[in-house]
């Protein structure tokens, strides 16, 4: 196959230069004439003249300029202002125009005045009808021109585009497209200077295909499939992708393609082998290396949040401390209450971390106090930043220890182009503090566009609509639904749409975009061998009509069948029933005590990932005291006070005044038993605010306490270790209660209280599935302990109530079930509390079976104690059906894309309810 008409070739081989409309596409045409002179087993060859007209331009001025200087033997004439000098120009205009326009952000605006002020000039609009038209974006562009030509006469300098009526006659004319489109200035000097206008040379037409997809997500998925098998049916072959509306689409795109054609990518046997290329690659800023260094230069000059703080621990690009240290770094710091960190605080909260973290906590924070102690006080010029920044980066370690890929080595250097173009601008830009330096050196690195040397790649993504002039196996245009195709107009918004109207400039107006459309769709047909067009019929929850510009031009449309109607139609698939995982080994006590049961009535799979895989939920951190250091400063105080109290009766005797002061002795001592709860410094108005907090609940609680009929407390955070099911578990119980008096049965009822610290919720104790198990679990636990025969000190369980005790601001009450009424204050009977939850519509609320109350209870203690060790043999055995207690469950859960229950229900009324087809999901 051609790749080039034989006209351009000719032009070639002459040696003259081709404009063309984006730098990326005079990349793609260097390639492809190079893979034709490879094909023709030459091994070296004049590199082609390829460029856009602004490239040319410069180029040749720079040519000039040096023979005029040469000729006469002066200094040289007004220079050419770089497109980084330009665009620190208008930055530091927008930065005074801000205080004036605050609807606007400062990086937007520079965008909008620089495309702007290169519309006037490309287009020779004129600028003195912008003030007389009177509107306030005419106003603002007016007093933004005029302040830049002001500081660019200071310079003695211009924009290229500004200098290239002077140019001289070129020493070969160049070749242009006829169907590319200019803009009036560009157009008339390539004129003025004998430019040769060819048009594209015409092929026999050929028929376009057109498919319909359901979404924007499966037309994407479709692309890469038919990228995929075009490959494997012919090899060699070159495919470009057209996306008109690419910005909306890439990161999607881009992972679609990748997954499709290089998969290696996201395995470990990464070569660094690419199949495909997006066209003007991406931001600077972007990619991973020059975003950990931006984000470094951050962390030297301000706070960051912990998010941010987060990513950076964690990139691949610090050198030390070893990864896994910084994991646990990561971790540690989570549970130390602050939202944002700067070097400095940082280093200081390294120093206090735990035995196992220091070496790696002191490693870290020398590197960072030696990076800190590179960066320059006050404001600098940005050659002298760019210097420090270096120095900086190099005392953390960036970019790390490991062997650096060729894409990330050639991202280095162009890092190190950046700095340099940073301290060429120093004029520019001016003096700057710290944070403003590496404001600005971020905001340089969002403007510059890079993609990575590859080799050659059979598939070519872009957004232009320039003529390709290279030829194409395929092209395949996706996104021409009739919202976007042809473009809808997008005038200039600094610029009066008159004003653009009235220059030609297409974009502007609607007739102006289906001029470029069909010019493009004629560019397309002209330049490959098969030509397939797709339209999404719905995008963004909306549907929408394939573009009328298609349907006159193609064969019928065929619809695409979505990625998952196509996996459920293959009978290739087969649906595997995987709900078990691996046997717990009975020789081994198991770990996380309650949690077990806990997780394991909630959801089978959820108890599994978490407890078997580790599939933990990292914890944000939360302003103040972490909630468990809370509940354990809480669970403290309460033991402490009751090993004092005792028995109900002499809380009773307690007068105020002297409560009070021992609740206020057993919080201090609870404090100092407990240990540090973060950041001393931090967190100490935290602490006094909960210290008053925990007096006033311990108080509410021996008010409510001294209620009750009497007892006495005869363990405070007692540990059970028994046996259920064959395996050892390990639990802590807050609290033992034994009745005595009138209103106990027996000298040995008991009660067993477990303190919560967050508002009473639903007692999930009478339903088909029991929800919050954890005093189930422990009153099977004492029972079993007691019956073991070694102990013979202990008498037989008697149970007389389970409860929660809920310590909340204002509130302080009891949730739970007794044998007999009046046991705990506001806690029934098993069979009160069923005819409760039926009133209030609950379901799967069970039967309550007996004659008496007694008997009621028992009974239920009985069903208890089966449901436990039913869950603990299923958590044993590995069982991990995913199997929701309700749908709430799914709804905040970490898990849903390890599980996929979601993903793979065949339909879904709502994204509330999880219950919906699909097969069985599992591990």
Known sequence: MKRFSPIIENHFEEGRPLIVGTAQRAAAVRRAHAEVQMAAGKVSWPTPRVATFLQWATAELRAGRHAERDSRGQGAPERALSSHEEWALFRAIAAELIPAHEFVTRRALVGQLRSAAR??????????????????????????????????RTLGARPVRQLVAALRPPAARPVVPASLELPRAHRRVLQQHGAEFIDDEHHDEISSQFLACTSVEDECIVVANWCAETLRDRPGSRLLVVVPDLDARHIALERTLSQTLEPSRWLASDDGSRAFAIEGGRRL??????????????????????TALSGWLQSVFLATPGAEDRALLDRWLRTQGRLECSAATLALQLERAGTSLRNPAAILAERLRRAVAELPQGKRLARDWAQAFSAALDAVGWPGIRPLSSIEQQTRLRWNELLSEYAAIAVSLGPLSAQHAVDCLAELAAEVRFDAASPDVAVLVTDSLDPPVVHYDAIWVMGLDADTWPPPPAPHPLLPTRLQIEAGIETATAAGQLRRARRAMQAWGGACDSLHYSAPLTRDDAESQPSALISATTQPPA?????????????????????????????????????????????PFKAYAELRLNADQLELPEPGIDARKRGDWLHKALELFWQQTRTQSALILLADEALETRVRAVVDQALNKIGPLGDVELLARSVQRERARL????????????QRMPFSVVATEQVLATRIRDAQFRFKLDRVDQLHGEGARSTHETVLIDYKSGQPGRLGWLTDRLREPQLLVY??????QRKQPDDTSAPPLNLAALARLHLTR???????????????????????????????????????????????????????????????????????????????????CHLTTVCRRTELAETSESEDECDAEGGEAGL
């Open 119 to 152: 519309l006037i000039d490309d287009w020779q609009i004129d600028a003195t009808q912008l003030h007389r038209l009177g509107s306030p974006e005419a106003r603002l562009l007016t007093t933004a021109l005029t302040e830049f030509a002001a500081r660019c």
């Open 285 to 306: 800023n972007e990619f991973a290396l020059v975003h950990h260094a931006l984000t470094t230069l951050a962390l030297l000059t301000r706070p960051l949040i912990f």
């Open 559 to 603: 619809r695409a069948v979505t990625l998952l109607q196509a996996l459920r139609g293959d009978p290739s698939f087969e649906l595997i029933d995987d709900t078990e995982g691996l046997a717990w080994p009975h020789d081994q006590a198991v770990p996380r005590g309650v949690a077990v049961f806990d997780l394991q009535t909630r959801c």
């Open 695 to 706: 007096e006033r609940l311990l108080v509410e609680c021996a008010a409510l306490d001294r």
């Open 779 to 784: 009153a099977l636990a004492l029972r079993n």
């Open 810 to 892: 204002g509130r302080t009450s009891y949730l739970g079930l007794s044998a007999d009424p009046g046991t705990l204050p506001a806690v029934r009977t098993p069979a009160i509390a069923a005819q409760n939850l039926r009133s209030r519509g609950t379901r799967g609320v069970v039967d309550v079976l007996g004659d008496t109350p007694r008997e009621q209870w028992q009974l239920q203690v009985d069903r208890w104690q089966h449901a436990i060790e039913q869950l603990a043999q299923d958590y044993l055995q590995g069982t991990a059906t995913v199997d929701p207690i309700d749908p709430d469950e799914c709804k905040y």
